[in-house]
């Protein structure tokens, strides 16, 4: 088994699930993309983002969250694999670990998430946005428990062209909003 490498946090806004997904064990969509469960408002332009467009501390993530809103997002965390899927083959992938403080002992694994990634950020999960789950399956969080399922998910994901770009695999890690 590949070591992943922590590279950050990221407040989403809650999204449960809905009847379009027509995946009955899913209840909430806590994918590493935005498409669904969207992260705040213009958080980019802060530009308190590490290299890998996510935040390095719990601090930094709620940062560029509106306070009048906080009550309605969760704080998650995430475990970057070290594989790359492109062009129909797994290629190693180098990471730079950034600052990223670790997550605490408050912070759950929910499970693991196929991201795919054609700029500087990730983009689309098809468990959620192409309602892949229906398909293959999903946890209650539309994330797959098994590492070596999510590693062959995005190297179909990739070869079948669900979303363009290259496809990469994630730990989703969640400390609910107090």
Request: aromatic share 14%.
């Amino acid at each position: 088994m590949s070591t992943p490498t922590f590279v950050g946090y990221f407040a989403k806004r809650r999204s449960p699930s809905s009847d379009w997904l027509g995946a009955e064990a899913v209840a909430e969509i806590c994918s590493v993309s935005e498409c669904i469960a969207s992260g705040p408002p213009d958080w980019v332009t802060a530009w308190r983002h590490n290299e890998w467009g996510f935040f390095d501390t719990p601090d930094l993530a709620w940062s560029v969250v509106p306070g009048a809103a906080r009550s309605d997002f969760d704080l998650f965390g995430y475990e970057l694999f070290p594989w790359r899927f492109q062009a129909g083959k797994e290629l190693e992938l180098r990471i730079v670990a950034p600052a990223a403080l670790p997550p605490d002992a408050d912070f759950e694994a929910l499970g693991f998430d196929v991201v795919s990634r054609t700029a500087d950020s990730f983009e689309c999960s098809p468990l959620s946005c192409n309602a892949w789950a229906r398909v293959v399956g999903a946890n209650a969080f539309c994330l797959v428990d098994d590492l070596e399922k999510a590693r062959t998910l995005a190297s179909v994901a990739e070869a079948e062209g669900y979303e363009p770009g290259d496809y990469y695999v994630f730990r989703v890690w969640r400390r609910q909003n107090a």
